[in-house]
């Protein structure tokens, strides 16, 4: 069965993928670490903040349906489905002491 979720795009992501969203289609249920692999591979910008395996680094934040992927303890458990919105938010760090 095809689904669609949606994916967003905030600050940097917006200007480096070129529009603040895009529908997908997805396989049913579908792993957040397999997404994540098919977006870096397709923005080569998101493979700064995302690993090979699909794993999110500490400068990007990343929501599903308004809930942070970080509040989950394995990444590999981790679905989304049909008109599941997902939002990738960068995250800026630094500043002196």
């Not at 999110?56 to 308004?66: A, E, S, T």
């Amino acid at each position: 069965m095809n689904c669609i979720a949606k994916i967003k795009f905030l600050g940097r992501f917006k200007a480096d993928v070129g529009f603040s969203s895009i529908d997908i289609s997805i396989q049913g249920r579908t792993p957040i670490k397999s997404l994540l692999k098919e977006l870096r591979q397709s923005y080569k910008t998101l493979s700064e903040v995302i690993d090979e395996d699909g794993t999110p680094r500490y400068d990007i934040m990343i929501l599903i349906n308004g809930v942070d992927i970080n509040v989950v303890e394995n990444l590999d458990e981790l679905y989304i489905e049909d008109s599941d919105e997902i939002l990738l938010v960068p995250i800026t760090h630094g500043g002196s002491i």
